[in-house]
């Protein structure tokens, strides 16, 4: 009993540090492929923003108040997967206190955004914030229980994408440039 208790201590604790310490987190809601989005851990739990103009996309991904949702993070030195959790999702009311708390937070963590005076306020009216708690504390996947098989994924359909043959002059230009 005690070894499972304290098994679970380490599992929250790795959940955690883990999820802190990662700027990316990927999640796979209960429909569509996982998506690599960027959060801040606050109050025990992930929180997100996305679905408005500028920000992350979350449609596709099946994250609904009360639903669930699959985490995984990623090593910070090694970039490999480092724990997986379940993740109980919320969706606290626009301007609430748990709300409000969390777009503090999340503010210091948006990079460029091109109203950052009035960021809360769009947020408030375009914008879902959510919030992931690990469901049971446990980690389903960590050091030591990883799968055997690769969780490698071809990259979502993005303008962003670009699968074009590399000019033919390129290489030639790179190996002048380690000339001088």
């Given amino acids: 009993m005690t070894e499972t208790v304290s098994q679970a201590l380490q599992d929250r604790a790795l959940i955690e540090e883990a999820t802190k310490k990662s700027g990316l987190i990927w999640v796979r809601g209960t429909t569509g492929p996982a998506r690599a989005l960027w959060h801040v851990w606050h109050d025990g739990a992930a929180w997100l923003i996305g679905e408005g103009p500028g920000e992350q996309p979350l449609a596709g991904l099946g994250l609904a108040d009360g639903g669930t949702a699959t985490v995984t993070v990623r090593s910070k030195d090694k970039g490999g997967r480092l724990v997986v959790w ?13 709300w409000q708390a969390a777009v503090e937070e999340l503010k210091g963590k948006r990079l460029n955004a091109p109203d950052a005076d009035r960021i809360t306020e769009r947020w408030a009216r ?34 962003a994408i670009t699968r074009q043959p590399i000019p033919a002059a390129l290489p030639k ?5 380690r000339k001088g």
């Fill in 173 to 177: 230009l790179l190996r002048r440039g």
């Fill in 86 to 98: 379940h993740a109980r999702v919320g969706e606290p009311a626009p301007e609430s206190e748990a």
């Fill in 126 to 159: 375009e914008c879902r914030v959510l919030r992931l708690e690990p469901a049971d504390g446990e980690a389903h996947q960590r050091p030591g229980t990883m799968p055997q098989e690769s969780h490698a994924a071809p990259p979502l359909p993005s303008p």
